[in-house]
């Protein structure tokens, strides 16, 4: 099963919902409808699949800025498929 950030950022959508949740342990959700939707039919992502992803989404100085401050507000573009060019912060 794909799971790439531009594949669950797009079942989202696509599910009306908003707010996409990923950390390692854990199955990937989204906010729908004021609450939580997860995606059990996923796996769960270990630590080194959240690094792959962030490295997707961030520049190496972005990475490094989220590592010392723990912190970190960006935005990111995407061509998703049926969808267009879709626009998220992060």
Do not use: W
Not at 16 to 37: C, N, Q
Request: proline share 3%; aromatic share 8%.
């Amino acid at each position: 099963m794909d799971q790439s950030i531009t594949s669950l950022l797009a079942e989202m959508i696509t599910e009306g919902g908003s707010d996409l949740l990923v950390a390692a342990g854990y199955y990937p959700a989204f906010r729908l409808h004021g609450g939580l939707k997860v995606f059990k039919d996923r796996p769960k992502f270990s630590v080194v699949e959240v690094q792959n992803m962030l490295k997707e989404l961030l520049t190496e100085a972005e990475i490094n800025t989220l590592k010392k401050n723990m912190d970190m507000d960006f935005a990111y573009s995407a061509q998703l498929p049926d969808l267009g060019n879709c626009r998220f912060r992060g």
